[in-house]
């Protein structure tokens, strides 16, 4: 062969490799990471969304029964139906979902009933598609979905009977069978909550086969829990409290039937129109364009190393990372972005997005938008203002509209950190002034949206024990904080002094909870004496879903402040490391019992270390403020090996909408958001040998871990661009500009690397003197 031909040759295979690069990343991804959970012990409380990156709908299997929060759990031996879901997590549940199921033989509508076995050997669970065999009714059901639609594809037996049934759900419903059309229309209006008064998901169901058989449903359960369904052959519509409909037809061995499905929280009108999604793609091409679409989102961060679990876990983290906040809009037949509102009916222009907690997401989600995906979160930030618009708050918990769940006014900290991080192309003025307001009122009807003791904290300082408003140090430590974003963000908009300062006085309240004697934070009254007795081992009462040991370090803007109230570096090192020695002893009393964040706390062998909640997350990287980053590394090193894997059991608490994944995403890359806000991302102990991060303004930060593996976990130096770098931070600017970061690793510390004051991240001690 010549030698022109050769290299011709050697040229495709290697484009071939790129080409099948590509199309890699999300083949690395397991929607069934952490699914295997239940309510006493969550290893994620994950379902397998079926969906594109922020879509209105997902879609998934359903094993659990109607209205059950743990819509999907691995270690269920059979599917109830396939659900269109809103549910951000078990505890918020459900809104606007549906379910539609195929079954032979006999047209079964109750859920248990109609039930069929099935295998994770013979399931398929890929972010833009799904397959699955029901192995009762002998039906391989598959489905691959766009943003609002999605397009099923059912594979029958031979059977004369052969059905769809088509569950509307309860609280109100209504379907209509149109079998000319081969068609079902209808709507469903079941919630958890948090919508107005219309509020209804309207749907629509297109076959590509007629009808022999078709009968409306309706379904009753009695006080006893005893479920009765009626179903009337050839009824074609009805509006019931839970309204169903089965449509049929005789199929051959290996018949292909398709489904496609859109839905509507504005109009039947506007489904119509979403399931022009699907165009006249077959359903091959439609998940194909799925998986490019996955790829390209999850393309952003290119990871080059050997581990496949690692990457396998890097990449399903990733994934639940870009889910949520869901788009809560559509697109009107202008081509104009419109949405229903969840919080007072109408349907109006612009963005809106829900289904997102501030006291999870706020911490790295949110900031890890800020850095990789942008142009996301300007619509986020405009579908922010929305809320404000329509509601007079914004939101701390949507799904879809405010709902009572957690403390905190975080919101404020979302808002400022986009705006600090350069994000631009929407109303800002608006956003300063619904800040400001939250700041200063609570929601009349939700009152963990706004700030519940507002009075109290303002006039004393803190929110206080005895005034039968519970959490009230956890709100306390998170108001501190949400007051210094106020103030950066105000500074930032060239607010005048006399506007702001009271927020940069408040961001020193935390120091009005720290005791001293224990040198921990700690409820305090309103006579300004500490709460007593005190048990820093207590969970609940004061804090959040935490204790003390894990509170007393969300001083999130201010680590110098704090290292300065515990004595020094050394005593603040010291309460640090006894995160880790105390024991996993714990104080159920203020819940009555062990919930699942205690015993998830307690059977990880990390001391009072509690990963599977939010409250501590941040905690180890706190060392490199306090000049022993090498144990940021150990730590963090330690959480990444032990309690992330690929696997159903891959987590080790709740995921939270992607902030459990974030910080597993942003952790391996080398760094972390301890104070969104701030421009510093605070270095960790990188996980690969080499990173890429491909930004939207074409600019590319290449991470090498040189001499990385699994014992190496510590920096020994580091180069930016070439340089020596000593800092125990990166920059949002370095980053985003482009840059060379080069780690060298090693398997003992380096002691005398980022112990000088002028390497530590940012304090807003500093910046006040």
């Known amino acids: 062969m010549k030698r022109t031909q050769i290299l011709i040759l050697s040229l495709l295979c290697f484009l071939g490799t790129i080409n099948a690069q590509k199309g890699e990343l999300v083949d690395y991804v397991s929607p069934l990471v952490g699914t295997q959970s239940k309510f006493s012990l969550s290893t994620g409380n994950t379902y397998p969304a079926i969906a594109l990156p922020w879509g209105m709908n997902f879609w998934m299997p359903q094993t659990g029964g109607m209205g059950n929060g743990w819509a999907y759990t691995y270690d269920a031996d059979k599917i109830r139906?396939?659900?269109?879901?809103?549910?951000?997590s078990p505890w918020i549940n459900d809104y606007g979902q549906f379910a539609i199921m195929p079954v032979t033989g006999q047209p079964i509508f109750e859920d248990d009933k109609r039930a069929s076995w099935f295998s994770h050997k013979s399931e398929i669970a890929k972010p833009y598609y799904y397959k699955v065999y029901l192995a009762d009714h002998d039906v391989v059901t598959e489905f691959a979905p766009t943003d609002?639609?999605?397009?099923?594809?059912?594979?029958?037996?031979?059977?004369?009977?052969?059905?769809?049934?088509?569950?509307?759900?309860?609280?109100?419903?209504?379907?209509?069978?149109?079998?000319?059309e081969n068609k079902i229309i209808g709507y469903t209006t079941k919630n958890s909550g948090g919508v107005p008064e219309n509020f209804k998901n309207y749907f629509v169901i297109v076959f590509d086969k007629p009808f022999t058989y078709n009968a409306s449903v309706t379904s009753t359960r009695d006080k006893d829990g005893k479920v009765t369904c009626e179903i009337n052959k050839g009824g074609l519509e009805i509006k019931h409290d839970h309204a169903g409909g089965i449509i049929g037809f005789s199929t051959k061995k290996g018949e292909i039937v398709h489904a496609k499905i859109a839905s509507s929280f504005i109009s039947p009108e506007q489904a119509e129109l979403n399931l022009k999604e699907l165009g006249s793609d077959s359903f091959d091409q439609i998940a194909e364009k799925g998986r490019e679409r996955w790829n390209e989102v999850l393309g952003r961060i290119v990871v080059d190393d050997d581990n496949i679990d690692n990457?396998?876990?890097?990449?399903?983290?990733?994934?639940?990372?870009?889910?949520?906040?869901?788009?809560?809009?559509?697109?009107?037949?202008k081509g104009n972005v419109v949405h229903y509102s969840p919080y007072n009916g109408e349907v109006l222009p612009g963005y809106m997005f829900t289904d997102t907690g501030f006291w999870d997401t706020f911490r790295c989600l949110f900031p890890f938008l800020n850095l990789m995906y942008p142009d996301m979160n300007v619509k986020m930030q405009e579908g922010l203002a929305n809320t404000y618009k329509e509601s007079g708050f914004l939101p701390e918990w949507a799904s879809p509209g405010h709902r009572g769940c957690m403390v905190g006014n975080n919101s404020a900290s979302v808002v400022a950190d986009a705006y600090l991080k350069g994000l631009r192309g929407y109303d800002a003025e608006v956003l300063w002034e619904a800040v400001v307001h939250g700041a200063n009122a609570v929601h009349p009807k939700v009152s963990s949206t706004g700030r519940l003791g507002w009075e109290y904290y303002n006039k004393l300082g803190y929110v206080p024990y005895d005034v039968k408003i519970n959490e009230n140090a956890a709100r306390t430590l998170e108001y501190a904080y949400d007051d210094w974003c106020i103030y950066q963000f105000g500074k930032k908009l060239g607010k005048p002094a006399s506007e702001i300062d009271i927020f940069a006085k408040r961001a020193m309240n935390y120091k009005n909870l720290y005791d001293p004697e224990h040198k921990l934070m700690r409820g305090k009254n309103q006579d300004g004496k500490f709460q007593s007795p005190f048990n820093p081992l207590k969970w609940g009462d004061a804090f959040t879903e935490g204790n003390s040991w894990h509170y007393t370090w969300s001083v999130f803007h201010d680590p110098k402040g704090l290292i300065e109230l515990m004595g020094g570096k050394k005593g603040f090192n010291q309460m640090m490391d006894s995160v880790f020695n105390v024991p996993p002893l714990f104080d159920d009393s203020y819940y009555g019992g062990v919930i699942h964040e205690i015993r998830e706390m307690q059977i990880m062998n990390m001391g009072n270390y509690a990963h599977g909640n939010q409250p501590i997350q941040h905690m180890i990287?706190?060392?490199?403020?306090?000049?022993?980053?090498?144990k940021a590394q150990y730590w963090v090193r330690e959480v990444m090996d032990k309690l992330y894997t690929p696997n159903p059991d891959g987590y080790c608490g709740d995921e939270d909408n992607g902030q459990t994944s974030a910080w597993y995403v942003f952790s391996a890359l080398g760094f972390y958001t301890v104070c969104p806000g701030a421009e510093e991302y605070v270095l960790g102990s990188p996980l690969f040998k080499k990173v890429t991060l491909n930004f939207e303004n074409g600019k590319q930060t290449v991470i090498h871990a040189n001499n990385n593996n699994v014992a190496n976990r510590y920096v020994q130096n580091m180069t930016v661009n070439g340089k020596n770098h000593t800092k125990n931070y990166l920059t949002h600017d370095v980053l985003r500009n482009g840059a060379e970061i080069d780690f060298t690793m090693s398997a003992t510390p380096n002691t005398s690397r980022g112990v000088n004051d002028s390497d530590f991240p940012y304090s807003f001690s500093n910046e006040l003197k």
Request: proline letters at 7%; hydrophobic letters at 35%.
């Open 81 to 88: 139906g396939f659900k269109q879901t809103h549910q951000p």
């Open 311 to 333: 990457l396998r876990t890097f990449y399903s983290c990733l994934y639940r990372s870009v889910l949520f906040p869901r788009s809560f809009y559509e697109i009107d037949a």
């Open 621 to 630: 990287y706190m060392y490199n403020y306090s000049g022993e980053p090498w």
């Open 148 to 180: 609002r639609a999605v397009m099923f594809r059912f594979t029958f037996p031979e059977n004369d009977n052969s059905y769809v049934v088509v569950d509307a759900l309860d609280r109100g419903s209504y379907v209509k069978i149109i079998p000319e």
